[in-house]
Each structure stands twice: as C-alpha cells, then as structure tokens.
C-alpha cells in the first residue's frame, strides 16, 4: 500500500517532534519552515526551564495547566533521553526554588495554605502518573531512572535556612523541576532528523494550501508543488496567515480565517553574565534556578551555566509584568486575520538594547528578590519571542496568563485534512506533537495511538507509557557540533555545551532536502 503522505507546517519544538513521531509510525513526511533552521524563531531560544512541577498555577481554575506541565515533561523524559539536554544546576540539596514574596501573600487567594495545598496536589498528580509508570515498566527504580524523581522528592517546604538568600519572601517550595541545556535539545532533534527519512526544507514561504479533485491537497512553498493527504501547521503566530492561503470554499465554516481565539504576547528574556569569581558562597548563590511568583510581586532568575574561579557564568531573567518582560499583547478574535502587529518583528529580530528602559527594570526586579546578584549580573542581551495563549473556559480570552491551556487540533477545513496544533509551553511540545500524530493516523484512517481514562496524559487521554515503549527516540547520539553551532546562533558561552556527555557521537550527515 503506497504510504500516506503529511506535510508538516512549522520546525519548532512541536512541529520538528510531530515530523519525527510520524516518521517513525511510517508515513511520508515533509517538514517545512520559514527559518533557516529548526528551533530559531520559536519559544526554544527563550526557554531555561522545564515546567514539570504546576506549582506556578495555584489558583483552583489554573491547576490543570500544572497538571498537563508534569503530563508534558513526563512524556519528554519518556521519549527522549533526558539527561542529555538538562543542566546540571539544579540538585536534590541545592532545587529549583517556588517563592511566595511578600508582596503577593494573601492577594488574588493566594495565601501560605493555598499554595501548599496545590503542591500537594500536583505531587498527587505525579504519584499516579509515576505509579503508571512503575506498573508498566516493571518497579520504581526503573520509573524513577526514566523519570528523574520519584513522589517523595518530587516536593517539599523550604527551610527557613534556604530562605536566607533571598529578599521579600516569606514562604517557598522546593521543586524537582530543572534547567535546560537548549544547545543539547537542539543537537538531539537534529540527530532524529539525520535518522529520518523525511524531506526537509528551510527558509520556506508557504503561499497557497489548495484542495484537489482527489480531496488530497498541494502545498505550495516557494513555487514548489508538495502534493500530500493532510496538512499539519504548527507554525505558532504565523496560523492565521497560513490559514488564509487556504481556499475559503474549503475553510470549516465559522466566522474567519483565524485558527484560533485568545491573546498573543511580545515577551523579552534578559541573558546576563555571571562574571568569573573565587567566592565559592557566591557561586553556589547564583547557582539556582528561582521562580518567585505573581506578577509585580515576581521575577525568575535561572542559572543555565555557573560561574567557576576562572570562567564566566550564564542566567536569565524574567519579570512577569507589563512593567517588565512582558512587552506588549495582541487580542485575535474570528475578525482578526494578521498574527500580530506588523511593529513587533523588528524587536523579534533585534531583541532590547541593553540600555532600554525595559531592561532595567527586570534588572531591578531581579536585584530586589535575588540580591547576591546586586553589583554582579550584568546584562548581555535580551531576546523577545511572541507567545500565543489560546481561549479556554479559564483563560479570559488568554488574558489570563497561568492558564496555559492544551487545545486539541483546530480543524481548519471541513474534511478535517487541514488541521493547526500549539504547544502553549515547550514542557509541553512532545505531549502535543503525540496528540497530534494521533489526529493524523486517525483522519488517515489509521489506528489511534494508545489512551486510558484512568492515566490519562492531555485532553487526549493518550496512554504515553504505553505509547513510548515502542515509539522513542532515547537510541539517539547527538553530534557534538551541532550543539556548538547553535550555542553560537544564541551567543551562549561556548562552555554551555558540554563534550563528556556520552550521548555526544556518532557520524554527522546532512538531512535530505527538497528540490
């Protein structure tokens, strides 16, 4: 039987996953992009962290944001190797950090006990998902290896001795969240690529999606023909644009080309240099990974490479506020058909001058709650990436920031062969990319990928476990240079990247391109 054939729109962390997941399950696949490579103009080259703890969404109607964060980082451990692309920064003796400042505490329900009660909580989560786990892959030692941690060490309260480097804070959580080496993550996708059979090709300019007699469809990029079955976008804010390529006789019927509704957001993420120093105190200080939470009462400081008595450090910085990285919103209902404000690809493109107003007060922010980094972190670059949040019944028309919503595929042509997928967080990406895949093989006429009610992971109920055991990518060697090229593309310190990794080897050779 000749193979089904999916064009996938978008080589960002959902799409790029998506590809291969579809690869692997056997079907045609060809991935498009307008960059010059995967990962580039997504939320990737701003992401330090994985969220794969939920303590952020405290609030009743945010906790299943949190829940679908474990979901997300569970099914990146479980598909890829992830001690490959975590920093070695955060340790059971020295965690990520959850704090509650003294400006937030007892504003908008937020109070000591709500806040521990939703830890708690989202420990319950991860207990039945880790129990899953452990079921089905034979006892906790196995779940926990996969895993990284297990219920117990999952969470516990700060000591009031953990508390004292900090300013303004009067309460926290230690998590079992981590950093994130992106320069590694980056070098693994390549590798599952180089693996692939799939056509690859960047710098793309998608200019028509158009149906067939055949009711398969073509997809026209820089003047090239892509005969396929089923269109994939995942093209973040470039959907709408792309969903009105596509003819309007085809379109779902509902009020406008727009994929979907909610709320797009200009976000900066200051980089700083943690200058070389002989103060072990100080180095093992700004060595954490911080969140302390609320808006005009928050800010993240992460350390993605410490400094040593010889070479410079590495973090970045994150004040949740319109007053800090949080630049600009962009409201898209059914009548909107632009993305966002054509202004914003200028700062996309060139980030924040380091003498902007913007950036000095994240600066600030940062100093006032983490003060050893006082007359020490110096700011190097910021960089600004739009981010979409979708409506939910919860979100306020995605106003509503913590709640980060999964929203299954936006079929956006009556056939359902057109469909467009977000990830709303990159913990989350590979989640997605499944849930996605699933929609494909299903409207292919294909088996469904595993679910179960009682272990759900996503909307979709997918059975992750159960779907990873045979479908993984944890075999992959990455190749050393690509690490390097892209630790370079995002001007990290070439030390990021770290050589004695034993999933670093193998043979490099170049993807298969169209045309």
């Known amino acids: 039987m000749e193979k089904k054939r999916i064009t996938v729109i978008g080589a960002g962390a959902l799409g790029t996953n998506a590809a291969l997941i579809l690869d692997r399950l056997g079907y045609e696949v060809t991935l498009l992009e307008a960059a010059e490579d995967i990962l580039i103009g997504g939320g990737a080259a701003t992401t330090n962290i994985t969220h794969n703890d939920g303590f952020e969404y405290h609030k009743p109607g945010h906790r299943k944001t949190g829940e679908y964060c474990i979901d997300g980082a569970i099914a990146k451990a479980l598909l890829y190797s992830s001690s490959a692309y975590l920093t070695k920064t955060c340790t059971p003796d020295h965690p990520i950090r959850f704090l509650l400042s003294s400006d937030s505490v007892n504003k908008d329900g937020l109070t000591v006990e709500s806040f521990t009660e939703n830890a708690e909580h989202m420990r319950t989560h991860f207990r039945d998902q880790f ?5 089905m892959r034979g006892n906790d030692m196995q779940a926990e290896r996969l895993l990284g941690r297990n219920p117990t060490n999952f969470a516990r309260p700060l000591t009031r001795e953990e ?11 230690a998590g079992s969240g981590t950093g994130v080496n992106m320069p590694h993550y980056y070098a693994l996708l390549k590798a599952g690529l180089r693996k692939s059979k799939m056509h690859i090709a960047f710098n793309q300019n998608v200019s028509a999606i158009t149906k067939q007699r055949d009711d398969s469809y073509n997809v026209i990029s820089n003047g090239v ?3 396929t079955d089923y269109v994939m976008i995942a093209a973040a804010d470039s959907i709408p644009k792309l969903c009105s390529t596509i003819d309007k006789a085809d379109l779902r019927r509902k009020d406008g080309p727009a994929s979907a509704e909610g709320t797009y957001y200009l976000n900066a993420m200051t980089y700083v240099k943690l200058p070389a120093t002989p103060d ?3 180095i093992r200080q700004v060595s954490s990974v911080n969140f302390t939470l609320q808006g005009e009462g928050g800010c993240m400081f992460a350390c993605l490479l410490p400094p040593t008595a010889t070479d410079d450090g590495y ?9 800090g990285s949080q630049l600009q919103k962009y409201m898209q209902d ?6 966002v404000p054509e202004s914003w690809k200028g700062i996309v493109n060139g980030g924040l001058s380091n ?7 994240i600066m600030q922010q940062a100093f006032r709650y983490y003060p050893f980094l006082k007359r020490y972190a110096v700011p190097e670059r910021t960089l600004c990436r739009t981010v979409f949040n979708a409506a939910t019944k919860d979100s306020n028309a995605g106003l509503e920031r913590r709640v980060r919503g999964i929203i299954d595929a936006d079929l956006i042509t009556e056939d359902g062969h057109v469909t467009a997928f977000r990830s709303p967080k990159w913990t989350n990406a590979e989640l997605v990319a499944m849930m996605a895949a699933d929609h494909a093989t299903q409207t292919l006429g294909g088996q469904q990928l595993p679910k179960n009610e009682d272990h759900a992971f996503g909307p979709s109920k997918l059975d992750i476990e159960q779907i990873t055991q045979g479908l993984n990518f944890r075999e992959l060697k990455m190749d050393l240079r690509d690490a390097q090229y892209f630790a370079a593309k995002l001007c990290m310190p070439p030390r990021i990247v770290d050589a004695g990794l034993p999933q670093f080897g193998g043979t490099p050779r170049n993807t298969r391109t169209l045309g």
């Open 225 to 227: 023909s892509i005969p």
């Open 131 to 135: 129990h899953h786990v452990s079921e």
């Open 280 to 282: 072990t105190k100080k």
């Open 334 to 339: 059914a009548a909107h058909t632009s993305p």
């Open 315 to 323: 973090g970045a910085i994150y004040y949740p506020s319109e007053n």
């Open 355 to 361: 003498d902007s107003p913007e950036v000095g007060r």
């Open 163 to 173: 508390l004292g480097n900090y300013d303004n804070v009067v309460f926290g959580y």
